[in-house]
């Protein structure tokens, strides 16, 4: 469904975008990770046809977007992190107005409209302003502005910021239905276990390169270590740290933004106690010990050493 080759895009001396390839078969949901600046947004603009790439090429179902970027168009869904919708206009008349732009006339357009409120569970709300409805339920409108033309892609980016968390589910539950049905995603969030929940594969951009893709299982199996110990600490002197990093068995030890540390360790029960200890001797305050097991955050964490949020 999708083909991105060898995408380059730069501002200036600044390279923002350096060698981004990969492909989505058709069908598939495809999560797309990066830490803020990373690139992510760049890309996403490109695949779109919204800002032109300076080399490579993006193909969506074998039309290129510099070549055909109206019927490429025709094709995509985008959800944007932002609201797209007019507040004064009820949400009804913001789906037809969509619509409208997408070429759906008359009573295909009555009809489509009818079928995406129910998509979005908002179908009693129909004749509300959008002004009058909360963050949730202008982002479940915001997604079906962009299903008003039955797009073969959605790309969504970060669709559930700032919602509250009945309205969130609601949304994970519509897009895992519509991926079951048959439509491509790429879906953006900050919030890992989204993606997790969500996504077939993932790919991981960071500094503008594609540092990691695969299935979850294929990218978890490429943590040094496997099972990790996560500290919570009180303060997280760099005397402790550095002395954790040379004890035998560490491999690796990420700091994030949660008052937490990783140790990635070959053996990491067998390698507790000397961790604690090297902690406690170099004026380390711990407040929890844990051993865990691998996930997509700790890869992030390992492969990028940033939060996802950072």
Known sequence: ?????????SYGKKEVVKNV?????????????GPNGAGKSTTISMICGLIPYDQG???VDHLSVKKSPMLIKKKIGVVPQEIALYPTMSAKDN???????????????????????DIVGLKDRAKERIETFSGGMKRRINIGAALMHEPELLIMDEPTVGIDPQSRNHILETVKKLNEQGMTIIYTSHYMEE?????????????????????????????????????????????AIEAIKILENVNEVVKNESN????????????LSSIMAAAVKNGMKIGSVEIKEPNLETLFLQLTGRSLRD
């Open 260 to 271: 937490t540390i990783e140790v990635f360790a070959e053996k990491p029960y067998e390698t």
């Open 195 to 239: 993606v997790e929940y969500l996504c077939n594969r993932v790919g991981i951009i960071d500094h503008g390169e594609v540092i990691a893709i695969g299935t979850q299982s294929e990218l978890c199996s490429r943590l040094v270590g496997g099972s990790f110990i996560q500290l919570t600490v009180e303060n997280d002197t760099l005397q």
């Open 95 to 117: 789906l037809l107005f969509w619509g409208t732009m997408y070429g759906l006339k008359g009573s295909q357009a009555k009809k489509r409209v009818e079928e995406v409120l």
């Open 21 to 33: 390839s990969f492909t989505i078969e058709k069908g598939e949901s495809f999560g797309l990770l």
């Open 1 to 9: 469904m999708l083909e991105v080759k060898e995408l380059k895009k």
């Open 57 to 59: 090429e993006v193909m």
